[in-house]
Every structure is written in structure tokens, then in C-alpha cells.
């Protein structure tokens, strides 16, 4: 791989960041309100609940690591959508450009721009509510990078999906994380989820860190056990999404749906 | 160039063939581009020849053949080959959100050009567009999107440049400057162009040789300012729509 194709990639949206507020914007707009909202409902619920248990860990903590993880998978679907709008898929995929360049490029896009995300977040929900997710221990940190390649995989995996379907596709993939989220346990326990959901919550990652962050937040210990196996899952994820992609990639390329990409399908 | 690129084809397309459904689009064609030579591909629409160049680019694959650019096999080596190449095409504008110098930075650091910044500067001086360098290209009129696609074409002197009707949105005045660009480009440089084009004064102008493609097949092949008369015809223009019409009547039932 050469660094400088994958620069390119990098270059071009800090570009269209640069030159445009509208895109900045969303970077941290809908973060911040996330943080409000939820702030606000778990102060209210600390106030009517039982005393002894913090709500502020236990639901805004969650409900913003399922956002950073929904920024991430934005982060690189957005990159490649910006080809997509501009009907610049062909000028790419005809130049010396390869696929593993373009995919690292618009991955390591995704991962700067939902890094600004976090730390958007982080300050904010301190801030105001005074989250900190130091309260989690030593286990945020794999917790964050399972949640950082599970994104990565969804957004690889959803930029293929565009790819073959066409641009009306998008639709399908912006409520991804919506679709995810009762089954990766963000809120509850995997235990209170009815059995046939209980398989297909062990499937994904993110479950893995929910469950370990919830035990630290009602006194228990980190289970690094669950994280290195929800690592190691998100790594299969990251494995099979770019592999999706390169297949998708050699669909198109065979059936001249690059080619051809605005009319949506050339069968 | 050195003396061994010289020595071997910019282009070599060897029995490609591409069907749909099974419907056969090109059909077993074989041809060659030497380095300086300015080829016109030209057909009715339809005939197969964004399907060729297609082909050639990459961004679709052969049913059969191959295709070597400057002797490195396509479908071997994909981005070795690309590295050579480069194209223009009313179809694919560059991106219009990005400024004219940083759409051929973004494209320059693709194709792997080396001090990048002076070449943009040389080609957008070449193309007249140094009063719209950090003009975003969706603000630009179509013959000047056309000009910076051609400036990007350009960057890194390919060995071989794909233009698909490069001139079909631009103004006489300015045709005739791109033209000039394009053969100044073949002569100095030794690169290979393929051309397509439905204007045939423009094909007799520039090209050295043009293949007339009907059904995905090439129909004659020769120098487009003897072709005329070698099959009797007062302009290619004529030949053209004779030999059209005559193949469509005789495939017809």
C-alpha cells in the first residue's frame, strides 16, 4: 500500500471539511444534543429512583459509547458517500488507486472525525453531568477500541451495500446502529433479552462491552475474558466487512455497475 | 521515455470481448497503440466503444481478452497498469465541491506525480484556467470542467490517454486549442491517445489512424484522410454514415 494514495483519500475530506460548516457541523451537533438529552434524563431519574445507584454511568455513559460507535460507521460511510454524490466512484476505481488504499483511506477519515466526536463528548458530558469514563477503569480502553472496529466494520460493510445497490441504498444504511442496538444489550442486560435474541446478542461485540462496562457500574470487576473474545470477534467483523467489499467491488467491476453506477443496476 | 517504453505498444487489446445477458457488446476485438499515435475510435452510439475504453480503464471486466498497458497485463497487475494511464470523459466530472488545484492535488497524489505543485501549475496554465484555480469545478461551464478534466488527464503523462468525446461540450475556439494540447502531447511526450469522437472533421484533424466500431466489432481501420477515398467517398463524414447504415442493414432481419 502507498502512503500517498491513502493520503489522497485523507486530503480530500479534510478539503470538504475545511470548506464547509455544514459538514463540521454534524460532527458534533447531534453528539451534543445526545449528551443533553440524556444528561437530563438520567439526572431526573437519579432523582426519583432509589438512592445508591448512579444513573449517569450506567445510562448516559452507554447511550453515548453507542454513539461514538454510530460516529464512527458515519464517519467512513460518509467519506465514501461524498464519492458516491459526486459521481467520483469512476475517476477512483479507474486510477492506480487499490482497494485496500481506498478502503484504509476512507477508515482512517472515519476514525479522525469521530475522534473530534469523542472528545466533543467527553468534555460536555463531564462538563455538564459529570460523567468521567475513568469510572469504568482500565477496561474502557479495550471497550472503546471493540467498539472503534465493530464501527469500522459496520461502515466498510455498509459503503459495499451502497456500492452494489446504488446511491438510493444510503437509506439502509444511516439506521444501522437503530437496527443493532436492542440486540447488543446497550441498555440491559444480554440475561433479560428473550432466548432466541440471546445468540445473536453474543454475536456482537459491542454486547461484550456493554455487559463488562454495567457490571463495573453496580460494583463488579472487568471481565477482560469477554473484551479480548469481543475484540477478537470485532477483528473477524473488520475481516469479513473488507472482504465484502473487495467481492462487492468485483461484482461491479463485472457487471459494469461502476461503469454504469447512477443507473442503480445494469441486470 | 525510456528507449525499451518506446519499443513495446502504449496499447495492446488482444481478442477482448464483453456481453451482457448474452448480448455480445464487443466482440473479439484486437488492436494496438504505438507510443505517439492518435487513434480514433469512432461508431454510431452504442457500438460498443465506452464499453472498450471501459474495459481498458478497468472499471470493467472483459468476458474474454486481455489488455496490456505499456506491457503490463491488466488483469494481472491492475494498479501497475493503471499507474500508466489516464482518462477524460464528459461522464465522469471531477467532483465539483473541490477547487480545480485541489481536485489535480488529490488526482496528482493518485497517479503518483512527481513534484505534484509544479505540475498543476504547468497544467493549468496549459488549459488557460489559472483565474480559476481555486474555483470549486461545480462553478465552472461545462467546457471549463472539460479543460480541468483534461488537465487532470494530463498530470502524469500517461502512456496511454483514454478521451471520450473530449471535445463534445466545448466551443470551437476551444476544440481547437485542446486539439493542438492533445498533439502537442503525442509528439513531445510519445504518448498514445484513443479518441473517441462522433465529429469526423475532428477525427481527419487529429487522429492517425481511426477504427469505425459497429456491433462491437471494427468494421475498417486506417488513416481517417485516406479512407474516403480508398471506398469512394467525398468526406469520412459520408463514409461513415454509409458504412453505418450499411452494417445496420446487414445484420437486420
Not at chain 1, 80 to 90: A, I, K, P, T
Request: hydrophobic share 50%; net charge neutral.
Amino acid at each position: 500500500m502507498k502512503m500517498r494514495h491513502i493520503a489522497a483519500i485523507i486530503l480530500r475530506q479534510i478539503y470538504l471539511l475545511r470548506g464547509s460548516p455544514t459538514r463540521v457541523l454534524p460532527l458534533f451537533a447531534w453528539i451534543a444534543i445526545d449528551v443533553m438529552l440524556w444528561g437530563f434524563i438520567t439526572r431526573y431519574l437519579n432523582a426519583i429512583a432509589s438512592p445508591g445507584f448512579d444513573f449517569v454511568p450506567a445510562m448516559l455513559g452507554a447511550v453515548l459509547l453507542w454513539d461514538f460507535l454510530s460516529r464512527v460507521m458515519q464517519g467512513v460511510t460518509m467519506a465514501f458517500f461524498e464519492d458516491v454524490w459526486s459521481r467520483n466512484l469512476l475517476a477512483i476505481f479507474a486510477s492506480p488507486l487499490s482497494r485496500a488504499e481506498y478502503v484504509t483511506g476512507l477508515v482512517l477519515t472515519g476514525i479522525c472525525t469521530s475522534l473530534l466526536g469523542l472528545v466533543v463528548m467527553i468534555a460536555l458530558a463531564s462538563l455538564a453531568f459529570g460523567l468521567s469514563f475513568l469510572s469504568y477503569g482500565m477496561a474502557i480502553i479495550p471497550g472503546l477500541m471493540v467498539l472503534f472496529l465493530f464501527g469500522i466494520a459496520l461502515g466498510v460493510a455498509g459503503s459495499a451495500m451502497v456500492l452494489r445497490l446504488g446511491p438510493a441504498a444510503e437509506w439502509l444504511i444511516w439506521p444501522l446502529p437503530a437496527v443493532l442496538s436492542p440486540f447488543a444489550s446497550v441498555f440491559y442486560p444480554v440475561s433479560s433479552l428473550p432466548g432466541w435474541m440471546q445468540p445473536l446478542a453474543y454475536a456482537l461485540p459491542p454486547s461484550y462491552v456493554f455487559e463488562t462496562l454495567r457490571a463495573i457500574t453496580q460494583g463488579g470487576q472487568a471481565d477482560y475474558t469477554a473484551l479480548a473474545q469481543a475484540f477478537g470477534l470485532s477483528l473477524v467483523y473488520l475481516a469479513a466487512a473488507a472482504g465484502f467489499f473487495v467481492h462487492v467491488h468485483g461484482v461491479c467491476v463485472r457487471n459494469g455497475l461502476i461503469a454504469r453506477y447512477s443507473a442503480e443496476s445494469v441486470t | 521515455m525510456t528507449k525499451s517504453a518506446l519499443s513495446q505498444p502504449a496499447l495492446k487489446v488482444d481478442h477482448l470481448s464483453k456481453s451482457f445477458l448474452g448480448r455480445t457488446v464487443v466482440d473479439d476485438l484486437s488492436f494496438s497503440i504505438a507510443p505517439g499515435e492518435i487513434v480514433g475510435l469512432v461508431g454510431l452510439n452504442g457500438a460498443g466503444k465506452t464499453t472498450t475504453i471501459n474495459m481498458i480503464l478497468g472499471v470493467l471486466a472483459p468476458s474474454y481478452g486481455n489488455v496490456a498497458i505499456a506491457g503490463v497485463d491488466l488483469g494481472a497487475h491492475r494498479e501497475e497498469a493503471l499507474a500508466q494511464t489516464n482518462f477524460s470523459a464528459v461522464y465522469a466530472p471531477l467532483p465539483g465541491n473541490l477547487t480545480v488545484v485541489q481536485n489535480l492535488r488529490i488526482f496528482g497524489m493518485m497517479y503518483d506525480v512527481p513534484e505534484l505543485s509544479a505540475r498543476i501549475d504547468e497544467m493549468v496554465e496549459m488549459f488557460d484556467l489559472t483565474r480559476y484555480r481555486n474555483t470549486r469545478c461545480g462553478l465552472l461551464s461545462s467546457g471549463e470542467q472539460t479543460r480541468v478534466s483534461l488537465a487532470k488527464a494530463l498530470l502524469n503523462k500517461p502512456r496511454l490517454l483514454l478521451l471520450d468525446e473530449p471535445t463534445a461540450s466545448i466551443d470551437p475556439s476551444t476544440a481547437d486549442t485542446i486539439r493542438n494540447h492533445i498533439r502537442d502531447y503525442a509528439q513531445r511526450e510519445r504518448g498514445a491517445v484513443l479518441w473517441t469522437s462522433h465529429n469526423m472533421y475532428e477525427v481527419a484533424a487529429v487522429c492517425t489512424r481511426m477504427m469505425l466500431l459497429s456491433r462491437g466489432r471494427i468494421l475498417i481501420e486506417g488513416d481517417p484522410r485516406e479512407l474516403p477515398g480508398k471506398h469512394g467517398m467525398a468526406s469520412l463524414e459520408d463514409l461513415f454514415i454509409d458504412l453505418s447504415r450499411g452494417s445496420d442493414e446487414e445484420i437486420a432481419p
